[in-house]
Structure formats: structure tokens, C-alpha cells
């Protein structure tokens, strides 16, 4: 079985219409790259109508983009410094269609002021993996016990010839 590796991608992109198809693949490309393959519909559509909206009504295009996977769930996040951008008016279809694909979501600022826009997606049950290591299985060794001839301090005492090539250096 294939143990969860907790993995973190950063993005920093200049929105605009045609930015949002390429942002889209390259997401895509690491959630692929990450064995999330079933996520990969859900936070390129989130990632798509986030960014749209993003380019229809905020100034300040540039926004960065967070993935954090830590085996059991994926966060995406969002996040610009267009102190203009007010998520809950400009942003309010985009952020119903979020709520209502994804298993978590939220706005929040951070302490420069930034808006951030996060939403989660629990991987299924069946595709879920372990984040810790699992044991190896057991296998069957047979150990085998051959006897000495001789003990151990003489089979570990100087060839002859070598104690002899040894004081003949001196």
C-alpha cells in the first residue's frame, strides 16, 4: 500500500482571461503528480471561477495560489491584496458555488491585510491512503545454524605468513 506523503505548492500568477486555462493545467498537473487524480474536476472548476471572477473585479490582479495535501484532505487557497476586492459583494455567486462544491470553505484576512480564499476536499473513502508508514509484512526466514570448527579467537589469530612478513619489517 502507498502511504500519504503531506505535500504544499505556492503559485504567484498575473490574472487574466487567458492565464485562467493555464493555471487550470498546471494545478491539474501537480494534483496528477500527487496521486488526486479525483480532485483534480473540483479544484480546477474552484480555481476557474475564482479566477474569472478575480479578473472581472479586482484592480490589482496579482494573486497567489496555495495546495496543501496532507493525505486525508486538499486546501486550496487564494489570495490577493486589492484592498477594493469585498469577497462578500463582488465575489458572493462565485463563493455560493464554492460552498456548495466543496467540503469546507472561508474568507479571511491575513495580518498584512491580504484576502484570502480557501475551500477543502476530503479525499473519498475508498482512495483514501495512511499518512503513517505501514510495517513490512513479515517473511518467512529460516536461519541457518552451521557449527563451527573452531572458536571465534582462532579463526581471528594472524596467518602465519602474515606475523611473519610482519617482524621480518622491523
Known amino acids: 500500500?502507498?502511504?500519504?506523503?503531506p505535500c504544499y505548492y505556492h503559485l504567484d500568477v498575473e490574472v487574466s482571461p487567458e492565464?485562467?486555462?493555464?493555471?487550470?493545467?498546471?494545478l491539474a498537473a501537480h494534483l496528477r503528480y500527487w496521486d488526486l487524480e479525483n480532485l483534480v474536476d473540483v479544484v480546477c472548476r474552484g480555481a476557474d471561477m475564482?479566477?474569472?471572477?478575480?479578473?472581472?473585479?479586482a484592480k490589482d490582479k496579482h494573486t497567489s495560489i496555495e495546495m496543501w495535501w496532507n493525505g486525508q484532505h486538499l486546501i486550496t487557497a487564494f489570495g490577493g491584496d486589492d484592498p477594493d476586492l469585498r469577497p462578500d459583494q463582488?465575489?458572493?455567486?462565485?463563493?455560493?458555488?464554492i460552498a456548495a462544491m466543496s467540503d469546507g470553505w472561508?474568507?479571511?484576512?491575513?495580518?498584512?491585510?491580504?484576502?484570502?480564499?480557501?475551500?477543502?476536499?476530503?479525499?473519498?473513502?475508498?482512495?483514501r491512503v495512511p499518512l503513517v508508514p505501514v510495517a513490512p509484512a513479515p517473511t518467512l526466514r529460516t536461519d541457518l545454524q552451521v557449527p563451527r570448527?573452531?572458536?571465534v579467537a582462532?579463526?581471528?589469530?594472524?596467518?602465519?605468513?602474515?606475523?611473519?612478513?610482519?617482524?621480518?619489517?622491523?
Not at 492565464?19 to 498546471?26: A, C, F, K, L
Not at 475564482?50 to 473585479?57: F, K, N, P, V, W
Not at 479571511?108 to 476530503?122: H, L, N, Y
Open 1 to 5: 500500500m502507498k502511504t500519504a506523503v
Open 19 to 26: 492565464r485562467v486555462g493555464q493555471v487550470s493545467r498546471i
Open 50 to 57: 475564482l479566477l474569472r471572477a478575480i479578473d472581472e473585479h
Open 90 to 97: 463582488e465575489l458572493r455567486a462565485c463563493l455560493a458555488d
Open 106 to 127: 472561508g474568507c479571511c484576512a491575513s495580518e498584512t491585510g491580504r484576502k484570502i480564499i480557501w475551500f477543502s476536499r476530503r479525499a473519498r473513502a475508498g482512495q
Open 149 to 151: 570448527a573452531e572458536r
Open 154 to 170: 582462532v579463526l581471528a589469530a594472524p596467518a602465519p605468513a602474515a606475523a611473519d612478513a610482519l617482524e621480518g619489517g622491523r
